[in-house]
């Protein structure tokens, strides 16, 4: 274990949820020049720039529109998005000399950041694999090395939003991107993951959660598998009943 893994055992250790997670990662790596990408309402945005004084720039991207090719609940109508982008100004204009705000896709507005300039990147917006990729191929480069690359909807099952919506790839795509340019991985709790980006080629998957065993696409495609979401899907009430049932029985 070197000393960049053992501060990530620690920040698990000591964090409860998701911004805490975050706080005391960003803590511990000092980071300056942070990216989020997907900022919705600025909630975590303004968690962060409240508890880490210490960041000097914090790029916020995020269209705050609606797109005609993004199959997810958060792609709602353009008013919607109107007034998050004015929630989010506001929810962080306490630190509007420490912010940037980039309106666009990823796409439209990468190029802005400078290569090697980041700290932290942490990814929370599109989270299709056409998203993901996009995300973590336009970032990587903007990260220095020794800074990370990390995110949210990081879950086992692709249904993260049921079969009616595109799938979540944030796992495994980023797990292979990380194999492709020999980095080390952390699987978190809270679904986050998190990259190092090193000079020395290390890739090792780091699963702190045990629920990642099987990085392969096979298994979630199973025909149990999807079966067995499609019932949940289509009768809720079962695998609440199911749910209960096993909670008396663990209690009687
Ligand atoms: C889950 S929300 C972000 C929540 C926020 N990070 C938080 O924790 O408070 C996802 C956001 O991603 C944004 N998004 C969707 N597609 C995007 C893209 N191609 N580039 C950047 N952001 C995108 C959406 O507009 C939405 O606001």
Known sequence: MDNTDQMIRDCVARSTNRAELWINLLRSA??????????????????????????????????????????KPANREDEYHEKCFLTAKQN??????????????????????????????????????????????GLEP???????????????????????????LVFPFSVYFAEAIGARIYGLPYNQFLMVKSAVKEFKFVDLTG?????????????DRFLKQKMAEAFPWVRKAAKRMVAKGTRE
């Not at 439209?108 to 694999?129: K, S």
């Not at 629920?211 to 025909?223: I, T």
């Open 30 to 71: 000092n980071a300056r020049h942070v990216v989020e990408v997907g900022v919705l309402k600025g909630e975590f945005a303004s968690t962060i720039l409240r508890e880490c004084a210490f960041i000097s720039k914090y790029y916020m991207i995020d269209p705050w529109r609606h797109l005609d090719d993004w199959n």
């Open 92 to 137: 962080t204009d306490f630190a509007g000399e420490r912010r940037i705000i980039l309106r666009g896709k990823t796409t439209e507005v990468v190029d802005t950041i400078p290569l090697n300039d980041l700290d932290v990147a942490y990814l929370d917006g599109d989270h299709t694999l056409r998203g993901i990729t996009i995300d973590v191929i």
């Open 142 to 168: 903007r990260v220095r090395e020794g800074g990370w690359i990390g995110g949210d909807d990081f879950h086992s099952s692709i249904w993260q939003h049921s079969t009616a919506f595109e799938p979540t």
């Open 211 to 223: 629920r990642f065993s099987d990085v392969g696409l096979k298994g979630q495609f199973h025909p």
